[in-house]
């Protein structure tokens, strides 16, 4: 017995008995199971019911003929890539090229050579089944691929949490040698958070202030004062005031924490952590007016981010006591930011410092508990 594809399930329609049976019997002989239907309804809801490897399907008969059959078959999506193979006395070629437009893959013309039949009915349950080894190699590739692209993100996630973490402390590290009421970056990193999404709600700033230029300002607004480290205790923690040339030496610091950020862009160009780090670190304290430090930029031309980080930053530090003042209260802050608007402040922003106060105040009674 000559068994290429044992246990292949095979659907044969015919409406003539004597062809049906014989076709059948020789498929039987090869080792297929084999479905014999004399009509295209009852061979299409069997193989609704249970997809087959192969359909031999005859082209004339009354109630459906195989054309309409055959596109039935291929517009069901579980059966779409059964090879159809057509077996009919039509001979003409334009029969042919119909049989193939509506989704056959061969074509044996009556009377049958059954020699001919059985090797191309060989050749097309191998190609076949090539095809579904071929998918199913496929799908396996693709979840191996997306398993090591999720492991791939992870690892890179891991990674890009943990140099955030590590270069926020070290921007805790510059802040803690001035900063004695403690959680002054938590705070601003959440004022800016506030500050940038109620901003965002406005349709000129839309484009720009996407949640992930929200996510990335917030996570490199401790960046701010990172120039600190380079800065003498004896300026940085001076409770008098500063003469002029330790004014300039405190005021480096912007330029100090920009240049240390430069460097690390060099290697990482494409960083956009850094690069708004950079923009805070050398510009957050450049006033709207134009008589800020260090290179007195004005209006639009100071950065956005460090525009932001600027507000909150001035706000937390109203807010805060330091060696050389104690803290003013919400009301007196809220209207110091308020009189800066168009002087020291971007006014549009201090429209939005003025709509987001109220949860930022919450927000800093919280990260007081």
């Known amino acids: 017995m000559e068994t290429s594809v044992p246990a292949a399930r095979v659907i044969v329609v015919d409406d003539t008995p004597v062809n049906l049976r014989l076709l059948s019997d020789m498929l039987r002989r090869q080792g297929y199971v084999v479905q014999a239907f004399n009509n295209g309804p009852e061979a299409l809801a069997a193989a609704k019911t249970e997809p087959p490897d192969m359909v031999l399907l005859d082209v004339s008969m009354p109630e459906m003929d195989g054309y309409e059959v055959c596109a039935r078959l291929k517009a069901e999506p579980a059966l779409a890539d059964t090879p159809v ?16 437009d509506v989704g056959g893959v061969d074509y044996v013309t009556k009377p049958v050579q059954y020699k001919e039949l059985q090797a191309r009915v060989r050749t097309h349950l191998s190609l076949r089944e090539l095809q579904l080894a071929l998918l199913d190699h496929n799908r396996c590739l693709e979840e191996m691929v997306e398993a090591q692209f999720h492991d791939i993100l992870a690892a890179k996630e891991e990674l890009s949490q943990a140099q955030i973490a590590t270069i926020t402390a070290l921007s805790k590290l510059a802040e ?47 960046l701010h004062d990172i120039g600190k480290v380079g800065i003498a205790d004896a300026i940085l923690l001076k409770p008098g005031k500063l003469t002029p040339d330790e004014m300039a030496i405190m005021q480096s610091h912007t330029t100090i924490g920009a240049e240390t950020l430069r460097r690390v862009v060099a290697q990482y160009p494409g960083n956009s952590f850094i690069n708004i780090g950079i923009e805070i670190a050398g510009s957050h304290h450049e006033r709207w007016d134009g008589k800020g430090y260090p290179e007195g930029l004005s209006g639009e031309g100071i950065p956005l981010s460090a525009r932001i980080t600027a507000l909150a930053d001035v706000y937390d530090a ?37 709509a987001a106060e109220p949860d930022m105040y919450e927000a800093s009674i919280l990260l007081a508990s």
């Open 318 to 354: 109203l807010r805060s006591a330091r060696t050389y003042k104690p803290a003013f209260s919400r009301e007196d802050s809220r209207r110091i930011v308020a009189d800066g608007g168009g002087t020291q402040f971007d006014p549009v922003l201090v429209e939005v410092f003025l």
């Open 176 to 222: 803690s040698r001035d900063d004695h009421t403690g959680k002054h970056i938590e705070r601003v990193q959440t004022y800016c958070r506030m500050v940038a999404m109620e901003i965002a709600l406005r349709p000129a700033y839309r484009a720009v202030v996407t949640s992930a230029y929200i996510e990335t300002l917030a996570q490199a607004s401790p």
């Open 85 to 100: 193979i057509f077996i009919s006395a039509l001979d003409e070629t334009g029969d042919k090229l119909k049989a193939f």
